[in-house]
């Protein structure tokens, strides 16, 4: 059950810690550093993949949750481009879109969702 709630929260730790290092970069005057600027990129460059292969996108979001070392990504994508699809087509566009992204990784974390498929619920 302690393993669940670790995993649950795992990407709220993740995010507070990336704020406090970009926060303590900012307070000392510094731009935050290669390290950050690098880990920013690379999910802002995911994100822009996927924004050019999958133009119906409503929401995407990427974020390390390695612990800061580039090596997985937890990838969230709503598409309209999804409509009909079985889950396992969405998570194949999601991962030929990455292709070569992926190859350099040690794993990834794929949500795809249809957008107002939560409305329906």
């Not at 997985?72 to 991962?95: C, D, P, W």
């Amino acid at each position: 059950m302690f393993r669940n709630l670790v995993k649950i929260l795992e990407p709220i730790r993740n995010q507070l810690l990336r704020q406090a290092r970009v926060g303590s970069a900012a307070a000392g005057g510094g731009d935050g550093g290669p390290y950050e600027r690098n880990l920013a990129s690379k999910e802002q460059q995911l994100s822009e993949a996927l924004k050019r292969a999958l133009p119906g996108i409503t929401y995407v979001s990427v974020e390390d949750i390695s612990g800061g070392c580039g090596a997985m990504y937890e990838v969230n994508v709503e598409a309209k481009e999804f409509i009909g699809l079985s889950r396992v087509k969405q998570h194949r566009l999601v991962t030929e879109t990455l292709k070569s992204d992926i190859a350099g990784m040690h794993g990834i974390r794929i949500h795809t969702t249809v957008p107002g498929a939560a409305d329906k619920k």
